[in-house]
């Protein structure tokens, strides 16, 4: 594998489920983060992790849960979602510092019914 | 966080066509990004630009860094059809936090 994937691509869920999603980077970065995409809304960013750490949580909802075990793993915790949380979900890593190229993964598409 | 405008939100355009496309803000940025993002796809880096007055080129595409330093535009040569896909302009609003305007879907008629 290379650069930035995402597991699993698609995701259909209610509101009382409890899901994960994956991410995995195979850049050597430091540095990772999720995006939220929804139609007719640009790119938000939800959180940024600096060598493992949060550095970031831009005003996330607390349903919306991130992890990163390692600098190559992050995995966002999904419980209780609401319809309106169906998006484009974004992984993305870079080397840590300011202004450093982000890769992005393929996303998963969400479905909250 | 700050707005960035983008323009036009979308265009149909002819192959072969010349495509503008711009982003302004009321906030004054040290670099400027464009994205492209393929269909099914996360965006991909197409041009960084660092200095105000800027011009890059990257093949059939230039990007120009605003001299107020609030606006961005790209510009894309004699389109192709793969040229399609949303292309989204970029701002760092401190560290490593990427802000995106709305960005612009690109339609290419054969």
């Known amino acids: 594998e290379t650069g930035v994937t995402q597991t699993p691509r698609h995701l259909v869920m209610g509101m009382t489920n409890k899901k994960s999603l994956k991410c995995e980077q195979h850049l050597g970065h430091n540095a990772m983060y999720w995006y939220k995409q929804s139609a007719k809304k640009p790119l938000e960013l939800m959180f940024v992790?600096?060598?493992?750490?949060?550095?970031e949580n831009n005003s996330v909802p607390s349903r919306f849960s991130p992890e990163c075990p390692n600098s190559s793993h992050l995995f966002l915790h999904l419980h209780t979602l609401q319809p309106e949380d169906s998006a484009l979900y974004l992984c993305?890593?870079?080397?840590?510092?300011?202004?450093?190229?982000?890769?992005f993964g393929p996303g998963t598409r969400l479905t909250v019914l | 966080g700050q707005q960035l405008n983008q323009s036009p939100q979308s265009m149909f355009i002819q192959e072969g066509e010349d495509v503008s496309m711009n982003c302004t803000s009321s906030s004054i940025f040290n670099t400027w990004l464009w994205y492209k993002q393929d269909p099914g796809e996360g965006p991909v880096l197409l041009i960084a630009l660092y200095k105000a007055g800027e011009l890059t080129s990257n093949g059939r595409l230039t990007a120009q860094f605003g001299i107020t330093r609030k606006d961005s535009f790209l510009n894309i040569s004699a389109s192709i059809p793969s040229d399609v896909g949303i292309y989204f302009c970029?701002?760092?609003?401190?560290?490593?936090?990427?802000?995106f305007g709305g960005g612009t879907r690109l339609m290419v008629k054969p």
């Open positions: 993305a890593s870079s080397h840590g510092g300011s202004n450093n190229e982000q890769f």
């Open positions: 970029a701002v760092y609003e401190g560290g490593n936090m990427l802000t």
């Open positions: 992790y600096n060598f493992k750490e949060q550095t």
